[in-house]
């Protein structure tokens, strides 16, 4: 069993900026730092999009587009806790993010969208 628990969601304006945190339980035997790690966000009326992905180690990192060089992922695995830094925030920033784990694969880490375990998400809102 693999619990994910965001915070950090809120209201902002255009320029401003906002740090999500998710916090992991796992319960299955396996162990933090065997996992890769994402977030994922929905904006009312559009397809989920996968925003950013990290490696165990947290030495390797991946983006969006949309989001380079305004978003950094970032992991403390001593705390078990995965961030999104989230600067320089639009009004299309505006969605629901949720955090995600997988099992690391080489092959699919960057993969986002396709991680089987994901938590009920934090409402970033940003206001123009």
Known sequence: QVQLVESGGGSVQAGGSLTLSCTASITNGDTYNMYSLGW???????????????????????????VKGRFTISRVNAKATLYLQMNSLKPEDTAMYYCAAARFRSETWR???EYPYWGQGTQVTVSS
């Open 111 to 113: 993969r986002v969208m």
């Open 40 to 66: 994922i966000r929905q904006a009312p009326g559009k397809e989920r999009e996968g925003v950013a992905a990290i490696v165990p180690g947290g030495g390797v990192t991946d983006y969006a587009e949309s």
